[in-house]
């Protein structure tokens, strides 16, 4: 019995799970136990009469690590005693394995260096709600402290923006799949609102039991911010803060039922305002004065229409007012119009400068019940301003059915035009200039011809006479030039230096940037001579800016490049442009010669038609 008891000690401590060393007090290790070798990864002969290289101390517990054979690292919880063996004083050391409670440790510290520094707001809570956690991100976005919330439940946060359905469908689907993601507002600190994208996962033990939930919160508040902004600009204009014509057109539709319920007429008021001098002229005021002038003629049609239903901006002078009217729409809509052209003409005083609008302004009407889509009522609103358009500045007018027909020959009539000028139709033939009294040629006139496919040669009043003030006039003034200089260029090679005579009309005349473009136009010529072009302006009486066209006469005679009058005394109103105009030649209309008597001789040169 006493030989077996040291042998079952033995066994007994082989047995345990942890290791078991005895150091003599010379630091070597005397014993080990199975577990022990197995923690410095070799055996217990190696392992016994090694010296033990930790520091011992009695009544101490700490962490080593241990270096294995394999050169791998083993973590264990050191404890040492006091004790004897065989008789003689020697330490006792208990090892336990804490490699993969360390492991754990550092995997717990990663994740929690990650929550605190996450981006997103994290909350964790436990099975029952109960907020466990929460990091500083979650805190920022809230406006909580974190002792504010620490064993609260997330309703606290319930903004009172969503009903108890969603919360009922939030908890259904975390229950039944674990999951649950969308968008919602919550209620931070001191009662501030806020957009989140919550993301919360129910955490789940080995048994398949709901231990923790962790929701992810994503704050939109700045991409709510900026759907708010393009929303803004989607329906309204940044300039003037009013409704754009996409936002008018859906709100059009909801007007025209309103009126057909309560049997009303809708009036809508196309209403286009311009400065006749910036529109025609290389004038041109900075855009920050532009925008003024508008922001002002905004605030006046509003003052005028006050709260009838809707005013939008369409264009960059264009406005489109919707009222809702009883009574006759005709003298209702006559007086608005009226008030408006009177409003809008009067004087615009900024930066120390005056400025003055006119204004053409569109009525259409929409009867109750009628068949007609908010496009088209919008469609007749511009057709009746171009009608107004045609009876001049400062006007107003209805929308007509025929006009609508007309405008729309003029445009088959224009997309013909279009075609001459792709297709190469058109044609310049040269009518030579005779002196009566030695019958030499002294020099010809560009006259500018269609050579219609189906219609034949056409003069320009066949094709040219609705063409005056649109833009596709500059078009053919452009082809009329180059044409021109190329036939210059033939007259040269054949030593011929003779001028040519090129129409212009007052409104190419009167565009902003027509000696710029005419010039660019001559630099493709360089060996044209200047003074081999002369021309001549048709339409004196439709000459607005007398001033402008003077003074662009004198910029292209220091170039050396001549003008002419054509057909002049046409009208008695003529005779000004004698005096304002300095040109080089004048060609008198035939019915001219039959008042000459009265007219003071101020004559240079006559040509007759």
Known sequence: MKNKRPNSWKRLIDALPHGVLIINGEGQIIYANASSAALFGTTRQKLIGTSFLYPLAAEETGEIEILRKDRTITSAQMTVREGAWQEEPAWIVALHDITELKDKEKRLSVVSKGVSSAFEGIVITDAQGTILEANQAFLNMSGFKKEDILGQNPRMWKSGKQDAQFYKHLWERLSSEGHWSGELWDKGGHNKLYPVFLSVSAVKNEAGDVTNYIGFFHDLTVIKQQEKQ???????????????????TQKLEGFMRQAS???????????????????????????????AIIIHAVNRIKEVLRQRKMLARTGYSEFVGICLEQGDTVDNAAILAGQLIKSLSKPYHIENKTYRLKTHIGITAYEANSACHAEELLHQGEIARHKARQKGDNSFDFFDPQFEKSLLEFSRHLEAVRGALKKNQLRLFYQPKVDLLTGNVIGVEALLRWMHPVRGLLLPHQFLLRLDNHPISLELGEWTLNHALKMAGQFLSHDIEIPISINVGSHELQHKNYFHHFMTIMKKYPRIPKKMILLEVLETEAIEDLDLVSDLINRFKAQGIHFALDDFGKKYSSLAYLKELDTRE????????????????????????
């Open 230 to 248: 393009i929303e803004h600009v989607k329906y309204y204009d940044l300039l003037t803060g009013l409704p754009n014509k996409f936002l008018l």
């Open 261 to 291: 319920r309560q049997q009303k007429n809708l009036l809508v008021m196309n209403i286009r305002v311009f400065d006749p001098k910036t529109r025609k002229s290389s004038y041109e005021e900075p855009p920050h004065v532009r925008d």
């Open 586 to 609: 004048v060609k008198l209309d035939q019915s001219f010669l039959y008042g000459i008597s009265l007219i003071n001789r101020r004559i240079w040169r006559f040509y007759f038609l």
